[in-house]
Nanobody, 123 residues
Framework: VQLQASGGGLVQAGGSLRLSCAAS????????MGWFRQAPGKEREFDFV??????????DYADSVKGRFTISRDNAKNTAYLQMNSLEPEDTAVYYC???????????????WGKGTQVTVSS
């Protein structure tokens, strides 16, 4: 399984970025997909950001990004996206995508983590 996140960069507060996640080596439509992030100084913690079901029919977001971020997917391209608007310095992190499973109360990665993409928001 290969997961390649891209689209990160340096942006001023209030700006926008669109992240992409190209997946290969798995049947993409068999999996819900999610985005997680690791903030500076918290390299051992993957914080949940957003998730989307295999069909794209349902989405879920961390409270901290609701109303600002939008997750989507294109199953024909085996790609998931994260549109990030109204970015805040607190959004600075390395962002990762992963196939996910919902345990009933939270979303968890399924053990496949590719290279993340750095997002830096300046104040």
């Amino acid at each position: 399984v290969q997961l390649q996140a891209s689209g990160g960069g340096l942006v001023q507060a209030g700006g926008s970025l669109r992240l992409s996640c190209a997946a290969s080596g798995l049947t993409f439509t068999n999996y819900a997909m999610g985005w997680f992030r690791q903030a500076p100084g918290k390299e051992r913690e993957f914080d949940f950001v957003a998730a989307i079901t295999w069909s794209g029919g349902s989405t879920d977001y961390a409270d901290s990004v609701k109303g600002r971020f939008t997750i989507s997917r294109d199953n024909a391209k085996n790609t998931a996206y994260l549109q990030m608007n109204s970015l805040e310095p607190e959004d600075t992190a390395v962002y990762y995508c992963a196939p996910v499973v919902n345990t009933g109360s939270s979303w968890h990665g399924m053990g496949y983590w590719g290279k993340g993409t750095q997002v830096t928001v300046s104040s």
